[in-house]
Structure formats: structure tokens, C-alpha cells
């Protein structure tokens, strides 16, 4: 939480429909002063659209108000400010966040996490203009831009009675709405060049690594993949990435693929399903024909032969992606003569 005039570029990276849907509203939003209400899901990128917006009209500072952060009895104070003497400890006047704001934006993250009586405090702000510092006797003006951002369902608050209805209006004069990443995956190859750019320039992934990104769900959404690739750039002297660089939520993601791929290899190699076993099937009348079905021996042997061609080798990648020990791994190598 705080105060800032930021200086470094921000852009919303993206081709997706969605992403250009919002870009089209930060241009529209950042040349007015309209309210706006920004929703989605934690990780998806709220903060970068509300200093987005900003900086298509930057004047004045950019505050930053994390909801979340207040708590205790100073929650007050950290918005408003107080006067000197107003309460034990307050040896000296304070500035809260709301008078730094003025002539600028107010970005209110996690807005949803607001107490009741704030609500109310700071509906009279942007109504009026104008609130009271803590223990203070007299009227401070802010005028500023106010952008919110919540990953709640704000309108469901607002029907259990934990967000002021009137707050709600006040806020929501132009709704911002985030798609998580895993709606969005044709951004997920740009958005990877971009952080690759940013926290390892010499790095690149390979196409197996990259599959395997663009495979995966993704539920802390670009924050997970910012994080995910800030690891691997920091523990690998490059410049290839390779699936075994993955962080452990993507090895286990690869790790529950397994049946599902191991499955569908054994459809393919059968025609198709039940149909095509049942008239592949000899009858009284037909001669006998070569069975479809693939011995768990054989399909055994090939998903071995097929992990360590996945992990180049990787004893130990390999058998965390089968699924088994190491030991059985060395076993079934020495069983079925498979040389690497």
C-alpha cells in the first residue's frame, strides 16, 4: 500500500479477443474520470489495468489502497489520517491515503474487503469531496480519480448485507471484467516472451516445455505464470528450458496427464473403442483375425521407452511421470532390455 508516480511502462499483454476488449476500455477510461470497477480473479492482472488506466491521462500521483491490509484500529487513520494528539501514539500528524490521492487516482485493491463503516466514510468522500482526519476538528478536500478491483462477487455481497449498495453504484459506473488465464491461453505464448524478456532475455523454453505450459490450468492465472518462470530463469544457466525446469505444481500436472494419454494411446491402437473390437471379433463363419488388443507387457514397455524420450534420458523424471519408484524403473529397464 501506497503512493507513487509510476514511471515504469505498463501494458496489458495479449491478442485475445478479451484482452483487446479491454484495452479498447483503459484508452476510453484513462481520457475521463469515470469510475470503474475492476473484477476477476486473483493473479489476473487488476492492478496492471487500474495503472494502465492512469497512465493514458498520468496527472497526479497513483495510490495504491490495499483493503485487505486494514486492520485493527488504525484502519481509520492509514485512510483518512489523523491529527496530532488525536489518540496514544499519535505523537505527530499524519497524512492518510486519501489527501495523498488527490489530483489523481485512487486504486482500491480488494475493495470487497472493506469494513461496513469505511464503506460508509468513504461513500461521503466521493460524493462530496471532502472527509475528516482522525481526532481532527475540520474538513480536508480530495478530488481524485477512484478505480476498485475485487475477486469477490460484489453484488452477492452487497445481497448478504456486507457491501453497501450505495458504495456498489457509486463504483460500478463502468465494469472492467477479467478473464482468467486458462479462457484466455492463445495470450499464454506472448505473455511468456514478455516475462522471458523481462527476467532472462538469453532463456528460451523448448516445444515440450511449452506444450506442457500452454497444457496447464493455470488457477493463479498470469501472477502463477510470472512466478513460474521467475523460477526457472533463477535456478537454470540456460539458455534452454526444459520440462524437467518445471515447477512442482506443472510436474504434477504432467504426472496426472499420464493415464489420460496412456488411455488414449491404447484407443488409438485398437481402432477406436468397443465398436471396432466387436467387428474386429471372429464369428462361427469368419476366420480368425490378429487381436487389436495391445498386451499391458508391450504397453508397458512403450510408455517407458516413450517417458525417457520425453525427459531426454532422465531416469528420475521419467519414473515420477509413470508414476512408479526409481528402483522399479531400473527393474522394469533390466526386465524389458531398454538401453538409455
Known amino acids: ?23 479498447r476500455l483503459i484508452e ?43 486492520v485493527g484500529p488504525l484502519m481509520e487513520s492509514e485512510l483518512f489520517g489523523h491529527a496530532k494528539g488525536s489518540f496514544t501514539g499519535a ?7 486519501i489527501e495523498h490521492a488527490n489530483g489523481g487516482t485512487a486504486f482500491f485493491d480488494e475493495i470487497g474487503e472493506l469494513p461496513l463503516d469505511l464503506q460508509a466514510k468513504l461513500l461521503r468522500v466521493l460524493q462530496e469531496k471532502e472527509f475528516r482526519p482522525v481526532g481532527s476538528l475540520h474538513q480536508k478536500k480530495s478530488d481524485f480519480r477512484v478505480v476498485a478491483a ?19 453504484y457509486r463504483l460500478n459506473v463502468v465494469n472492467v471484467r477479467l478473464a482468467p488465464l ?5 495470450d499464454i505464448p506472448g505473455l511468456v516472451q514478455h516475462f522471458l524478456n523481462k527476467y532472462g532475455g538469453t532463456h528460451t523454453f ?18 502463477e505464470l510470472e512466478n513460474c518462470i521467475q523460477q526457472m530463469v533463477a535456478v537454470n544457466t540456460g539458455p534452454l528450458l526444459h520440462v524437467s525446469d518445471l515447477p512442482s505444481p506443472l510436474q504434477n500436472h504432467l504426472i496426472q496427464r499420464r493415464p489420460m494419454a496412456m488411455a488414449a494411446s491404447a484407443g488409438a491402437g485398437y481402432g477406436g473403442g468397443y465398436t471396432s473390437m466387436q467387428a474386429a471379433m471372429p464369428t462361427a463363419s469368419s476366420a480368425p483375425v490378429t487381436s487389436p488388443i495391445i498386451p499391458l507387457m508391450e504397453m508397458e514397455r512403450r510408455e517407458i521407452f516413450r517417458a525417457l524420450e520425453f525427459t531426454k534420458g532422465d531416469r528420475v523424471m521419467a519414473a515420477s511421470l509413470l508414476g512408479i519408484g526409481r528402483t522399479t524403473l531400473y527393474r522394469k529397464l533390466k526386465e524389458y532390455e531398454i538401453a538409455c
Open 91 to 97: 505523537v505527530t500528524q499524519k497524512i492518510g491515503l
Open 1 to 23: 500500500m501506497g503512493f507513487e508516480r509510476p514511471n515504469e511502462h505498463v501494458t496489458l499483454i495479449g491478442q485475445s479477443a478479451r484482452i483487446k476488449h479491454v484495452q
Open 28 to 70: 476510453k477510461l484513462g481520457k475521463g474520470r469515470w469510475p470503474a470497477l475492476i473484477l476477476g480473479e486473483t493473479g489476473t492482472g487488476k492492478e496492471v489495468v487500474a495503472k494502465a488506466i492512469h497512465q493514458v491521462s498520468p496527472a497526479g500521483p497513483f495510490v495504491t489502497i490495499d483493503c485487505s491490509s486494514f
Open 182 to 186: 486458462r479462457e484466455r491461453k492463445e
Open 150 to 168: 475485487t475477486n469477490r462477487d460484489l453484488l452477492g455481497e452487497v445481497e448478504k448485507g456486507a457491501f453497501r449498495r450505495d458504495l456498489y
Open 206 to 223: 523448448t516445444q515440450e516445455s511449452l506444450e506442457a505450459i500452454l497444457s496447464y490450468e493455470w488457477p493463479g492465472n498470469v501472477r
